[in-house]
């Protein structure tokens, strides 16, 4: 059972810049990738980006060019850097592992979910 913590939300006026980290509890078999989520009220759980085994990266175009997925040395921690702000950045931000997909941006791929960092930002 993977356990996936994020931490580093919080509330930034727009063009400001945020750092989420999730830290995931140590797995027998490292995932094939690992993304990070969003979800507003009132709205579908989005893909932002996503990261896999061999480092390579997808990222939604509402936010290419803004945010930077990467992961710590071991694997075992994923951050999501998230520049230029905007408003409709606002949402629960979760982080997710998949064992059966690479490079997948589809919430129904992912087996392991956190419970989410709230990011917020004001116009």
């Known amino acids: 059972q993977v356990q996936l913590v994020e931490s580093g939300g919080g509330s930034v006026q727009a063009g400001g810049s945020l750092r989420l980290s999730c830290a995931a509890s140590?797995?027998?078999?490292?995932?094939?990738?690992m993304a990070w989520f969003r979800q507003a009220p009132g709205k579908e759980r989005e893909g932002v980006a996503t990261i896999d085994n061999d480092a390579g990266t997808t990222y939604a175009d509402s936010v290419k060019g803004r945010f930077t997925i990467s992961q710590g040395n071991s694997k075992n921690t994923l951050y999501l850097q998230m520049n230029s702000l905007k408003p409709e950045d606002t949402a629960m931000y979760h982080c997710?592992?998949?064992?059966?997909?690479?490079?997948?941006?589809?919430?129904?791929?992912?087996?392991?979910w956190g419970q989410g960092a709230q990011v917020t930002v004001s116009s």
């Open positions: 997710a592992a998949a064992y059966t997909v690479w490079g997948s941006l589809n919430p129904g791929d992912y087996n392991y």
């Open positions: 140590a797995y027998a078999y490292a995932p094939l990738s």
